[in-house]
Each structure stands twice: as structure tokens, then as C-alpha cells.
């Protein structure tokens, strides 16, 4: 069983920065696929970014590409989502999830992940 607890979300303001974190639990960790997704009120659950188990492969949805970056640090059981450039449109509640099997690519389907954490609200004003 994996437990996974986001932390760094907030109010900020557009143009801003925030840093996400996700840590978990689990001894293997470090042979996961991890992701972040984000869902705002009344709309899907949309993959937002998204590494591999070594952290050398990483996916980016177009809508956050070159602002956004994930990161992980497996000796500290950790992914992070450093969020740049913040827009308004950003504002959401996002989620870290954790895929168990051993993968050399990023998942990026909503239904491939076996673990959720609670959700971090984001809000960004204009």
C-alpha cells in the first residue's frame, strides 16, 4: 500500500510561482511512475505532468509546457511540481498520483494510476 500526501499549494498571484510536493510511502517507492493531475470545479480530471520511475523520461500536458517542471528525489520518496508563470486559468485542486508497475515511459492515463493523494488546492488570481 502507498500513501501519498501533497503539500505547497496556496493562493498566488498570476505571474507567480509554486512548488508542489508529494511525498510517499512505501519501500518501492523509487520503482514507480509518477504523476500530477489537476481538476478544476465541474471539469475532468486532466494529467498535468508526468515522470518515470528513474526520473529521466518526463511528459508535460501542451497546456503547461515551459512553465511547469516535475521533478523526484527516490531517496527522499518525493515528486515535486515546480509551477512557473501561474495563470488564472491554472486554479484548480491538484493531485499526486503514484503508478505501481515498473515502466521505462511516463503514464499519463487517469486509469492507469493505482494510488491518489488528497489534493492541494491551487488558486491563482488575475
Known amino acids: 500500500q502507498v500513501q501519498l500526501v501533497e503539500s505547497g499549494g496556496g493562493l498566488v498571484q498570476a505571474g507567480g510561482s509554486l512548488r508542489l510536493s508529494c511525498a510517499a510511502s512505501g519501500r518501492t517507492f523509487g520503482s514507480y511512475a509518477m504523476g500530477w493531475f489537476r481538476q478544476a470545479p465541474g471539469k475532468e480530471r486532466d494529467v498535468v505532468a508526468a515522470i518515470n520511475w528513474s526520473g529521466d523520461s518526463t511528459y508535460y500536458a501542451d497546456f503547461v509546457k515551459g512553465r511547469f517542471t516535475i521533478s523526484r528525489d527516490n531517496a527522499k520518496k518525493t515528486v515535486y511540481l515546480q509551477m512557473n508563470s501561474l495563470k488564472p486559468e491554472d486554479t484548480a485542486v491538484y493531485y499526486c498520483?503514484?503508478?505501481?508497475?515498473?515502466?521505462?515511459?511516463?503514464?499519463?492515463?487517469?486509469?492507469?494510476?493505482?494510488?491518489w493523494g488528497q489534493g492541494t488546492q491551487v488558486t491563482v488570481s488575475s
Open positions: 498520483a503514484a503508478d505501481q508497475r515498473i515502466r521505462g515511459i511516463p503514464t499519463t492515463g487517469v486509469y492507469e494510476y493505482d494510488y
